[in-house]
């Protein structure tokens, strides 16, 4: 009998156990925005380099009853390249994932030396989200840069909203650079160019790398190789007597970096890889080069370092390269 | 347990079974297969024209419960083609040893 009793008062312990455990929480409804609010995400992911655009979204609303939006900005802690905008146009996406704009003002304006760009409604709205692109200029190469995005609207507020400080990356970028076998195969890491025989008589101290092909041996095909490289990897070559720079090259497979090749992949080469990259005992000549593959690259006066991806390459002897370069 | 804190087994197989060598990039420098002649203790490797030698990436695949000797632990040297390097592989038991001479040359 008192088995029973220990038991069932067991049993009723674990039942309130339970139930204080599992006790439900209230749904409770989301505060609808009564005032100007706004918010920012950046879209751009990766290092923020010179040239290339630092992609933000900016999202405003306020409630119908208190007025509409009458003017956005964005105010940039240093001004953006040419090219800055603030678009006038808000985004939404459809069911298919594309986004489709909406025209909502006139196109920005820049106005105090470009720090300030500015887009004014010309429709009676109350929400909307501006896509911000600022392009980085040279003069934030190895500094930070921050953002104030604001919206006025017609009750006369005003909200803001901080992004940044964000780090400038110290890299420089070159795209699609075309290189053929005899002709253009000059290249000089501190130009970012590319040159023919002609040109780089002019500049010998400038040239880094000379692209080769050769179909034999079977492996040389695609090569870059220094100046000063051992003359079986130069076969047929004759270069100036002035152009002998000894530069260092580490051959890279699987490293499709995404600016450098063309918005593919998801790979991002980043200042720190040419810090911490130890190019010592390195040869001075890379052969046997791969569509999407790459080399380091280190200048003989150690001025540089650059990363050359290879874009494509052809078998008649050409190829196009794109390289990121980091001053020492 | 030794003295890399591997266990110490019964085994007395000693043999490489296999041998890879990779360039900077991580991928395979040799023309052709390793020739492995486990008698004479030999491996007998073919690279690629243009390969850079002082930075290479040897990998060798051992008998059960074998090591190496020395230990690999990156990049590796091997320019010295005059000398070749010897590796020694140690069996399970830790009672036999025997050293592979790697020998390269160019395609």
Not at chain 1, 251 to 259: I, P, T
Not at chain 2, 65 to 85: H, Q, R, W, Y
């Amino acid at each position: 009998m008192s088995f029973r009793i220990i038991t069932i008062t067991f049993r009723f312990a674990i039942l309130l156990i339970s139930l204080s455990a599992c006790q439900e929480e209230e749904y409770v409804l989301p505060e609808p925005v009564s005032q100007l609010t706004n918010d920012c995400l950046k879209r751009t992911i990766g290092p923020n380099i010179a040239s290339l655009p630092i992609e933000f979204a900016y999202a405003m609303a306020i409630p119908k009853s208190l007025g509409k939006l009458v003017s956005a900005q964005v105010e940039a802690s240093i001004p953006g390249a040419t090219g800055t905008f603030l678009e006038h146009r808000s985004f939404y996406t459809n069911s298919g994932g594309v986004d489709i704009p909406v025209t909502v003002g006139s196109p920005s304006t820049a106005l105090d030396d470009g720090k300030v760009t500015r887009v004014t409604f010309s429709v009676d709205t109350n929400a909307a989200t501006l896509r911000y692109y600022y392009i980085v200029p040279e003069t934030a190469k190895g500094q930070q840069v921050s953002f104030t995005f604001s919206v006025n609207s017609s009750d006369g507020k005003t909200a803001s909203f901080k992004m940044g400080p964000y780090n400038i990356s110290k890299m420089s970028i070159k795209k699609n650079l075309a290189v053929t076998n005899g002709t253009n195969a000059f290249i000089s890491i501190e130009d970012m160019a590319v040159y023919n025989a002609t040109a780089a008589a002019a500049i010998p101290d400038k040239i880094d790398l000379i692209y080769l092909f050769r179909s034999a041996p079977v492996t040389f095909t695609h090569a870059l190789v220094s100046p000063n490289a051992d003359a079986v990897y130069l076969p047929g070559v004759t270069l100036p007597s002035d152009m002998k720079r000894s530069t260092k090259l580490q051959k890279v497979f699987g490293l499709q970096d995404r600016n450098l090749a063309n918005l593919q992949y998801g790979i991002y080469v980043d200042d720190i890889d040419f810090k911490n990259i130890d190019m010592t005992n390195m040869p001075n000549f890379a052969v046997g080069l791969k569509a999407e593959a790459g080399v380091w690259v280190e200048t003989s006066d150690k001025k540089y370092r650059a990363y050359v991806y290879l874009n494509s390459i052809n078998a008649s002897g050409s190829a196009v390269i794109s390289m990121l370069r980091y001053a020492l | 347990m030794d003295e890399d804190g591997l266990l110490i087994t019964f085994r007395s197989e000693c043999f490489v079974s296999n041998f890879e060598l990779l360039g900077s990039d991580f991928v395979t420098v040799r023309a052709a297969p390793a020739i492995i002649d486990t008698v004479a203790q030999t491996i007998d490797v073919q690279v690629l024209f243009g390969t850079d030698l002082k930075n290479v990436y040897p990998q060798f695949t051992l008998a059960t419960d074998c090591k190496l000797e020395p230990k690999i632990t990156g990049k590796t040297d091997l320019s010295d083609l005059a000398n070749p390097k010897i590796y020694t592989v140690v069996s399970g038991n830790r009672q036999v040893r025997k050293p592979y001479r790697l020998n390269i040359k160019f395609q």
